[in-house]
C-alpha cells in the first residue's frame, strides 16, 4: 500500500493533485456539514411521508396529513365571498329607485364602489367619470336610453351594439361611405346639425340641410332634433357631443357613421355589483348638480 504524501506545512495528506506547483489538501468535509446534510434528508423524507409530495400514475401522493393548499385557498376565498356576501347584502334586493335616494347607503359604500368602477369601467370612461372622444360623460345629465335607474342597469347588464341577444342597438348610417347622400347634400345637413345647437352654420345651406334632415335623420333623431330615448339617438340641440361638435366632427360623423360598442357585463360582474355600479354613477351624478 502507498502512502499518501503529505503537506509539509500542516501535515495534511495531499490528493496528488497539482495545478503549476500549487497542491490540494485532503481535507474531509467538515462533521458539521455532514450531520446537516443527513439532517436534510430524513427532514426531507418526512415531508414526503406526511405531506403532498411527487406524481403517480394518475394521482398524487396526498401524504399522511392530508394537507392541500388548493383546498386551503378554496377555504379562504369561500370565508372572503361570505363576508362580501353579508357586507354588500343591502343590494341584493330593493327597489333601485330608493336605494339611489339612500344618502346613508353612498356614504357608508361609495368609496367601496369606486374601486369596482375604476377596475371595470374608468379606461372608456375615465376615473372621474367625465369620459373622452368616443366615451360618453356619466357626470351630466345626457343619456341616451334615459338617466332612469333600471334603464342604466340594463344598459350595464346587456351592453350597446354587444354580444348579447338582449343588448341595446344603435347605429348610424355612413351616409357618405355607403353613397346615401352626395357630398352636396352631407355638407347642407352638417350645416342644419349646427343650427340646431345654435352654432355658427351657413344658413343657407342649413335650410337646404333640413329637408335632407326630415327625409334621413328625423326617424332617429327626431323632428326637431332632440333625440329619443327609444333608439338611443342623441340629443342634437345641446351641447353634448360624443364624437366633436365642430363642422368637421360633424361632418365626417354624417360621412362615417358611428357605432359605438360597450360590453355587456352580466357574464363578468353579478347581479350585486352590476346594481352597485348603476347606484354610483347615480349617486355621481346626483353630487355633479345633474
Same mark, same amino acid.
Given at each position: 500500500?502507498?502512502?499518501?504524501?503529505? =503537506?509539509?506545512?500542516?501535515?495534511t495528506?495531499?490528493t496528488?493533485?497539482?495545478?503549476?506547483?500549487?497542491?490540494?489538501?485532503?481535507?474531509?468535509?467538515?462533521?458539521? +456539514?455532514?450531520?446537516?446534510?443527513w !439532517?436534510? #434528508?430524513?427532514?426531507?423524507? /418526512?415531508?414526503?411521508?406526511?405531506?403532498? &409530495?411527487?406524481?403517480?400514475?394518475?394521482?398524487?401522493?396526498?401524504?399522511?396529513?392530508?394537507?392541500?393548499?388548493?383546498?386551503?385557498?378554496?377555504? !379562504?376565498?369561500?370565508?372572503?365571498?361570505?363576508?362580501?356576501?353579508?357586507?354588500?347584502?343591502?343590494?341584493?334586493? %330593493?327597489?333601485?329607485?330608493?336605494?339611489?335616494?339612500?344618502t346613508? /347607503?353612498?356614504?357608508?359604500?361609495?368609496?367601496? #364602489?369606486?374601486?369596482?368602477y375604476?377596475?371595470?369601467?374608468?379606461?372608456c $370612461?375615465? !376615473?372621474?367619470?367625465?369620459?373622452?372622444?368616443?366615451?360618453?360623460?356619466?357626470?351630466?345629465?345626457?343619456?341616451?336610453?334615459?338617466?332612469?335607474?333600471?334603464?342604466?342597469?340594463?344598459?350595464?347588464?346587456?351592453?350597446i351594439?354587444?354580444?348579447?341577444?338582449?343588448?341595446?342597438?344603435?347605429?348610424?348610417?355612413?351616409?357618405?361611405?355607403?353613397?346615401?347622400?352626395?357630398?352636396?347634400?352631407?355638407?347642407? !345637413?352638417?350645416?342644419?346639425?349646427?343650427?340646431? &345647437?345654435?352654432? =355658427? $352654420?351657413?344658413?343657407?345651406?342649413? %335650410?337646404? %340641410?333640413?329637408?335632407?334632415?326630415?327625409?334621413?335623420?328625423?326617424?332617429? $333623431?327626431?323632428?326637431? %332634433?332632440?333625440?329619443?330615448?327609444?333608439?338611443? +339617438?342623441?340629443?342634437?340641440?345641446?351641447?353634448?357631443?360624443?364624437?366633436?361638435g365642430s363642422?368637421?366632427? #360633424? $361632418?365626417?360623423?354624417?360621412?362615417?357613421?358611428?357605432?359605438?360598442?360597450?360590453?355587456?357585463?352580466?357574464?363578468?360582474?353579478?347581479?350585486?355589483?352590476?346594481?352597485?355600479?348603476?347606484?354610483? /354613477?347615480?349617486?355621481?351624478?346626483d353630487?355633479?348638480?345633474?
Open positions: 500500500m502507498s502512502v499518501k504524501e503529505k =503537506d509539509p506545512v500542516t501535515g495528506a495531499l496528488g493533485h497539482e495545478w503549476d506547483g500549487i497542491t490540494e489538501l485532503d481535507t474531509p468535509v467538515p462533521w458539521a +456539514a455532514r450531520w446537516a446534510l !439532517v436534510s #434528508i430524513a427532514i426531507a423524507a /418526512l415531508f414526503w411521508v406526511f405531506y403532498p &409530495s411527487f406524481p403517480l400514475v394518475t394521482d398524487y401522493a396526498k401524504g399522511l396529513v392530508g394537507y392541500s393548499s388548493r383546498a386551503e385557498v378554496g377555504r !379562504v376565498l369561500a370565508e372572503a365571498d361570505a363576508q362580501r356576501a353579508m357586507n354588500f347584502a343591502p343590494f341584493a334586493n %330593493g327597489d333601485i329607485a330608493a336605494l339611489a335616494g339612500d346613508a /347607503l353612498e356614504t357608508r359604500y361609495s368609496d367601496a #364602489i369606486s374601486k369596482l375604476a377596475d371595470n369601467c374608468s379606461a $370612461h375615465r !376615473v372621474d367619470l367625465a369620459g373622452q372622444t368616443g366615451f360618453p360623460n356619466l357626470r351630466d345629465a345626457h343619456w341616451l336610453w334615459s338617466g332612469a335607474p333600471e334603464e342604466i342597469e340594463y344598459t350595464i347588464r346587456h351592453g351594439n354587444a354580444a348579447d341577444e338582449d343588448t341595446r342597438v344603435s347605429q348610424m348610417p355612413a351616409f357618405g361611405t355607403d353613397q346615401l347622400l352626395d357630398r352636396q347634400q352631407i355638407e347642407d !345637413v352638417t350645416e342644419f346639425v349646427l343650427s340646431l &345647437s345654435e352654432g =355658427d $352654420h351657413n344658413a343657407v345651406a342649413a %335650410g337646404r %340641410g333640413q329637408n335632407v334632415f326630415a327625409e334621413n335623420c328625423a326617424g332617429c $333623431h327626431g323632428d326637431d %332634433g332632440r333625440g329619443g330615448l327609444e333608439s338611443g +339617438a342623441p340629443d342634437l340641440g345641446d351641447a353634448a357631443w360624443l364624437y366633436g363642422r368637421d366632427d #360633424i $361632418h365626417d360623423s354624417i360621412y362615417r357613421g358611428r357605432q359605438g360598442v360597450m360590453p355587456a357585463w352580466k357574464n363578468r360582474l353579478d347581479d350585486k355589483q352590476i346594481r352597485m355600479l348603476t347606484l354610483y /354613477l347615480l349617486w355621481q351624478a353630487n355633479a348638480g345633474n
